[in-house]
């Protein structure tokens, strides 16, 4: 094998891949992409959605070049739980049932992570498994020049160096490579989340039964409150062709302070009077568990340095929106530093300054855009358990109130729920949280209302 490459990226994972598919497209046949597993996606985890708006660019043929995805997702789901109730929010809109699906597919990381590198091999680019980068090699000067290898598998386990011009680290959020070179922080407990998931076997016709669903629609579910034990997280389902996708994912903080081990939540969230009959009969396929950066735009870290630039996970592009995009951002990140790594090949000159256009072109993008407009968002959740643990059984308590059939006057029943309601949540802390989180989110409702005041003011 050649011991020198134009580019080296690091991890096959969808940032990683989208690096080195894009710079093969685009002339740059001499990149090595290096995946540690047997096979792109033998490590990698995620709760099972992945939005394709990237993909779109790079590949529009992908579903006719059998991409490995479940099922298009034409239904959102969100609920919150207490021990005995769900208050359950869906929207559906069919025109997601058609071409380009709203961009957002359920897939098994397995298979498709393992799919879209071989795309990436008939570009050109070289796939090196069973390859871990230990650590960066650089010159007298301080620039990245290679990365030193190690062979994980196979007979001998070989040690070697391989050089290029320059490296796009794609080595997922806790990326060694990163904090060895000083640029991230070391993850703390409070930015940090832990998730598992399991996959579960069921009959297709099963699965389309049980959650109402015809030909290749699927549905994401996203569940708060007792879905986590009151904990700063959720817990997830998705369906897939033939089995769902269940976990859940929490503040590694709130674990740690609630003494519980990520394992026993997901089985608490299994047994959930209204999870327990969407998986009755299903069988453990699989059992996986990874850490996500929680921290926002706030926690960024460094993204370059002369010869080397940050994707994905590693550069903490994890949207802290309520849709929680992290494929989109992640495979974004991978094609904007390939694209400057192909300004750079052009000038030959792999200094930072000429890599820092990768931040022009995040920041021109929604990848900053979005992480900044939902920067103040994980502050706020933070600081507001009552969010989580006790808001929901509160609003459970008063929609009880509503809905419970008795021969009380509706005149005294109406009394009661607005007592209940003031008991379980209280007006003016409910109305102060809502205010909080809409300036955290920089809202639409308030951009919005604005507009509408102006025009009426301009109007009338």
Not at 9 to 31: F, H, M, N, S, Y
Not at 73 to 98: G, H, V
Request: with cysteine; charged share 25%; net charge negative.
């Amino acid at each position: 094998m050649k011991e020198k490459f134009s580019v080296i990226v690091i991890g096959a994972g969808p940032a990683g891949t989208t690096a080195a598919l894009t710079l093969a497209q685009r002339g740059i046949k001499d990149v090595v992409l290096l995946e540690r597993g047997n096979y792109p996606g033998s490590k990698n985890v995620m709760g099972g959605v992945i939005f394709t708006t990237i993909l779109n660019k790079i590949m529009p043929d992908f579903l006719e070049k059998g991409a490995p995805v479940e099922r298009n997702i034409p239904k959102r789901c969100f609920a919150l739980l207490t021990p005995e109730s769900e208050i359950f929010f869906s929207f559906k809109n069919n025109e997601f049932n058609r071409p380009p699906y709203n961009n957002i597919f359920t897939v098994l990381r397995g298979k498709f992570d393992k799919w879209f590198a071989e795309e990436a091999e008939k570009a050109g680019v070289m796939l090196l498994c069973n390859s871990v980068a230990d650590e960066l090699i650089k010159d007298k000067n301080g620039k990245v020049i290679g990365v030193q290898t190690r062979v994980t598998e196979g007979t001998p386990k070989e040690e070697g160096q391989i050089f290029a011009d320059v490296i796009i680290c794609a080595e997922g959020a806790n990326s060694t490579i990163a904090l060895k070179e000083g640029m991230r922080e070391k993850f703390d407990q409070h930015s940090m989340a832990i998730a598992v998931k399991e996959v579960i076997e069921l009959p297709k016709d099963v699965i389309e039964d049980r959650f109402h669903l015809e030909g290749n629609e699927g549905v994401a579910f996203e569940y708060y409150g007792d879905a986590v034990q009151g904990l700063f997280g959720s817990g997830f389902i998705y369906t897939n062709k033939t089995n769902i996708s269940i976990g859940i994912g929490v503040v590694i903080n709130d674990i740690m302070n609630a003494k519980l081990n990520p394992n026993d939540i997901l089985e608490h969230f299994k047994e959930h009077p209204c999870i327990k009959p969407l998986i009755r009969g299903g069988k453990t396929l699989e059992y996986s568990a990874h850490m996500i950066p929680e921290g926002g735009y706030k926690k960024i870290p460094k993204l370059f340095k002369d010869g080397f630039l940050l994707v994905g996970d590693a550069a903490g592009f994890i949207s802290t929106s309520p849709l929680h995009e992290g494929s989109s951002l992640a495979m974004a990140s991978g094609m904007m530093a390939a694209e400057t790594v192909i300004e750079a090949i052009g000038k030959n000159d792999f200094s930072s300054v000429t890599l820092s256009s990768y931040i022009d072109k995040l920041e021109n993008s929604f990848v900053i855009k979005d992480m900044k407009k939902y920067s103040d968002v994980p502050e706020v959740l933070k600081n507001s358990p009552e969010l989580f643990n006790k808001w929901p059984g509160g609003l459970a308590s008063v929609l009880t109130e509503v809905f419970t059939i008795s021969e009380t006057p509706k005149e005294i029943v109406e009394e009661n729920i607005m007592n209940k309601f003031n008991y379980e949540i209280g007006f003016v802390p409910f109305i102060i949280k809502i205010v909080q989180l809409r300036n955290a989110m920089k809202s639409f409702y308030y951009g919005f209302s604005k507009k509408i005041e102006d025009f009426v003011a301009t109007h009338w």
